[in-house]
């Protein structure tokens, strides 16, 4: 009877099999592939506002005061409501917020609410290029402090968000109203050399407003200048033999003109730029010193030929009529901006 070999035996075979599937699954188990991790989305924040009031609108520092209702709605275990920040409140220790309930509620479709009534003062940049004819722009920015934008974002609830019928604003129009989000990239790591530079996200309310009524700060800035500028176009009528007369004529519209616009930018704060009022009232200094250079001509071509003179004054007067309306138009539409 021969002897059968150690490794035939069917025991054995076996017994191999599970010593390899057991040290496979041992050395899969050891090695270093790291178990995905799951993405999470933000949770989406809906923000509202419900404007009440507008007070101390200040154009010099570029300041409001607004009362207004803020609310949440959100899916999620985080409360915005903890960590939202206005970002462009000035002066806050004057600012009150107080919320509807202490509590979060349930709404019935399964969103988390809270409301809130604050009072605050804001600033805002403020563009008086186009003074007096200007329209504003008053913001409301608020922005999570705490977390990032793949944490929390926020969209505006737009259906609900309007300002009062009842809102008032002192020598102003409210035309229109938007809410929109936006995402605020911060370059820094706030002295955490660890910490990334995150982006976070930020709610706008925004009013649109202007100048209210119109006509009444055209009425302004147009009477005290016409009136200046016909007396000096007056000039063109008065024989040059009153030479000085016509020369202090103009120098007096000068002086008014200059103290006139030195009164209109007290309600203004020193800005880079060129106003509309600064245009009309720069066209008005063009005049008057075409006026002085005209009478200066006149007086030495009077030596020469009384006549060609009296061409000159008559010449001159035409073309300043038709000239300065044309140049007003031109101010008030293509460089009004």
Known sequence: MKQRNFFQSPVLVVFWLFLTVLFSATAEARSPHPSPI???????????????????????????????????RWKGPLDPTESFEIMNGYEKWGATQVAESESVRVLPDGYKYKEMHMEYQLSSPLNFSSYPLDEQVLTIQLEDKTF????????????DSRYSDELFIQGWKPLKHDVVSSSHFYDSRFGQSLKKKNTYSRITFQLFIARYPRHLHLFKLFLPVGIILVMVGVIFFIPISFFESRVEIAVTGLLSLI??????????????YLTLTDKVYYLAYFTVMCSLIETVWVYFSFKRDVRQSRRIDRRSSVVMVIAMPIILLLFFTVFRN
């Open 259 to 272: 103290a006139l616009q030195m009164v209109l930018n007290e309600t203004l704060p020193p800005v880079g």
């Open 148 to 159: 990032p934008e793949e944490v929390i974002q926020y969209f505006p609830d737009s259906a």
């Open 38 to 72: 799951p993405v999470k989305s933000p949770q989406k924040v809906y923000v509202g506002y419900y404007l009440n009031r507008v007070v101390n609108l200040d154009l010099k520092q570029n300041t409001y005061w607004m009362d207004f209702y803020i609310w949440f």
